[in-house]
């Protein structure tokens, strides 16, 4: 249960004063929809209105507090606009109005009366002006007026006066906590109380105030870690204290497998595989991410661990990201799957009627040794007679709640996570400290480093060109592009477009391939494409992740600069899948950031998975370190990975030496951190906390 004294946080923004269903709504949109989301929303800007001089001093171009006498209102005609004239004895100054009503000016600004304005000074023709002044106040209610004015992000709609008013009535509610971080972390970071900083965050007087390293906004950040900490820390400890299932593993049909396999597997592969076996045969429950760049062969390793739990009588699921990719790997191991007498099944939300039915009655039955599906394996009518490995691929769309939820579908049943996105230290401790990790660190022997260039769009004419003579020598190219359709807000090529232009050079070689057709049309341009029949496909990001024909050697993305670097990566990797040296061309606009160059001369420069994860984290920060903000990435709300990967350092440090002093967290400081897990809504961990 959420401890009481929060419970005010957690109502709703209806519960503030001068916040009614509309704001509520505008306010969601841009914070969210409870009171301490509000508090949470730190200012992203600060004006300063403490500058307050005199008319004939003041400078123009900056924002100026003024006290004023109204001379005379001269209404504008047509689109001129209302000028309402006035001065402080020293210089004159013109307040402009567009489209004002007359009963609002006279009532606000009434001639003859003095009032408090507050804007931005402009000159025209030689003459001071404010347009549309943000503040007119009467003299004597200046405190409704501030030296400083916190900025936040805001949506369409939502007056930001309404949203500062909101934040302050939310600060109203904040109650004093009880301190959870050590009085000497407290003092050696010169950190203020959990309340105090708060206040503080949400009033800057400068710029360096909304730096990350300032003592309040360091303080909250570091809360907001250490919660994430904290939370994967009692998952871990709880994983640890479940008793798994000690699996008898023959290995009779694995070293059936490993014999029928076109291929040795890589020393990191079996290193790999032999963990995963030691781990299912203990009797602790696997709970393990697998890391690999792309084309490392993490799915062999997946596909063998499945066949030693189904050689021990039990079954085993794979879960994949994309409809796709499911259906691929399901065509592969199927075919390995008849070779060594195991059953292989394929479950996605295309399955519908009688034959999704006959799938569920036996998987139920046991009739099924491995299901493959995507998120539809989440689904309550999906049930196993014996689950006793999971493996999700791609475990980077998949947080701690949705690994949790799996696990139900089994009796304690092992799970394996991959991710072909190499993931930098900071981020993994972020976000699967709950498991143990193994990389699988080379490729394949074999396999040449793929050619990476960048090309300008001009020069389109010579990679068509260029093309056609691989397509000559009987090798096929993906053709990449951003969009599907032209868009009138866009210049971007599109995936439709793109492969009409394609046809008129290469004619029916050019197959398409992109999210929004229908399935079966898809799944029929890429089968042409994997058996030859077609040699270029033009396609969007949906060959992004696990799309695997050998024989293509070129890949070019158009328009890359719109691409984020670790989904360049990914897409790079769909070729030099073969023994043929591979290319890719990344296709750039004539005039892009200097954050598009930086990411376009990244990729050239290394096809290192690691390498260029810790280059994303550092150009675009945590959040979108994976190319599109991830379901499973922990979303952080004020702390930034980017800058303070220091604090989750010292957060494991310290969570560290809690659960080592405190492994029932039956101290007073124990209390104190079950109440920060609610804080930042670390829920289902803070339920793990045996306290209270």
């Known amino acids: 249960m959420r401890p009481e004294v929060l419970f005010q946080l957690f109502h709703s923004v209806t519960t503030l004063k001068g916040v009614g269903p509309r704001v509520a709504e505008l306010i969601a949109k841009a914070a969210g929809q409870n009171v301490i989301d509000l508090c949470l929303n730190l200012p992203t800007g600060v004006i300063d209105r403490s ?3 005199k008319i004939a001093m003041a400078e123009h171009g900056r924002i100026a507090t003024l006290d004023i006498e109204v001379l005379e209102h001269r209404y504008g005609h047509g689109r001129s606009p209302t000028r309402v004239k006035a001065s402080d004895g020293t210089g004159a100054i013109d307040l402009v109005f567009f489209h004002a009503r007359k009963e609002w000016l006279n009532k606000q600004l009434p001639v003859g009366e003095k009032r408090v304005i507050s804007g931005h000074l402009e000159k025209f023709k030689d003459r001071l002006q404010i347009s549309h002044p943000d503040y007119i106040i009467v003299p004597g209610e200046e405190k409704e007026l501030p030296n400083y004015e916190p ?9 930001p006066k309404t949203l500062r008013k909101a934040v302050r009535e939310a600060l109203t509610k904040t109650p004093d906590l009880p301190e959870w971080l050590d009085r000497s972390l407290l003092e050696k970071h010169k950190w203020p109380s959990w309340k105090a900083a708060l206040t503080a965050a949400h009033a800057p007087k400068n710029l360096g105030d909304l730096e990350p390293s300032a003592p309040p906004r360091e303080r909250l950040a570091y809360d907001e870690i250490l919660a994430n900490q904290l939370a994967l820390a009692l998952i ?6 479940l008793k798994g299932r000690a699996l008898t593993l023959p290995n009779e049909k694995l070293s059936t497998a490993l014999d029928a396999l076109p291929f040795k597997l890589t020393n990191g592969q079996f290193v790999a595989l032999s963990e995963i076996l030691g781990d299912m045969k203990s009797g602790r429950r696997m709970q393990r991410l697998l890391q690999g760049d792309v084309g490392s062969g993490k799915t062999v390793v997946a596909f063998l661990a499945c066949l030693a739990v189904i050689e021990a009588g039990a079954q085993a699921t794979l879960m994949a990201p994309t409809d796709v990719l499911a259906r691929q790997h399901g065509r592969t191991l199927q075919m390995l799957g008849e070779k060594i007498g195991i059953r292989v099944a394929v479950l996605t939300g295309r399955d519908k009627g009688k034959s ?3 799938t569920l009655i036996a998987l139920l039955a046991g009739e099924i040794d491995l299901l493959i599906g995507t998120h539809a394996l989440f689904q309550n009518s999906v049930n196993f007679k014996d689950l006793a490995l999971i493996v999700v691929d791609e475990q980077h769309r998949f947080g ?3 690994r949790m939820a799996l696990s139900a579908k089994g009796l304690a049943p092992h799970m394996l996570a991959m991710t072909a996105t190499p993931i930098p230290r900071t981020l993994m401790l972020t976000a699967y400290g709950d498991m143990d990790h193994i990389a699988i660190p080379e490729k394949p022997p074999g396999r040449q480093t793929i050619k990476t260039t960048v ?3 001009g020069r389109i004419e010579d990679v068509i060109d260029g093309i056609g003579r691989a397509l000559g020598r009987g090798e096929r190219v993906y053709w990449i592009c951003p969009l599907v359709e032209e868009s009138e807000v866009s210049d971007l090529a599109a995936a439709e477009a793109r492969s009409e232009s394609l046809r008129a050079h290469f004619g029916d070689q050019v197959a398409l391939a992109h999210g929004q057709m229908k399935a079966h049309e898809r799944d029929s341009a890429m089968a042409r494409f994997a058996s030859g029949e077609a040699r270029l496909l033009v396609a969007t990001t949906v060959v992004e992740v696990g799309v695997d024909v050998p024989e293509a050697t070129i890949i070019v993305i158009e328009h890359a600069e719109r691409f984020g670097l670790a989904q360049l990566h990914q897409l790079r990797g769909r070729v030099g899948r073969g023994e043929k040296q591979s290319f890719c061309l990344l296709l750039r606009a004539d005039r892009i950031s200097e954050a598009a160059k930086q990411r376009l001369l990244a990729v050239s420069s290394t096809d290192d998975g690691f390498k260029i994860a810790e280059e994303d984290l550092r150009l675009r920060g945590a959040g979108e370190v994976l190319g599109t903000r991830q379901s499973g990435l922990p979303q952080f709300r004020i702390a930034n990975l980017d800058t303070q990967s ?7 440090r310290d969570v560290d030496l809690i ?3 405190d492994p029932e967290l039956k101290s007073s400081r124990a209390q104190a951190l079950r109440t920060l897990l609610y804080l930042f809504e670390r829920d289902a961990a803070a339920r793990y906390a045996r306290v209270g």
């Open 51 to 53: 500058y307050h001089p």
């Open 151 to 159: 900025v936040y992000p805001m949506t369409a709609g939502l007056a």
């Open 236 to 241: 871990r400890q709880r994983r640890v204290h």
């Open 356 to 358: 999704r039915e006959a």
């Open 400 to 402: 701690v709640d949705q």
């Open 455 to 457: 090309t300008p769009l």
């Open 646 to 652: 220091d604090l989750v350092a010292i957060a494991r």
């Open 659 to 661: 659960i080592a002093k």
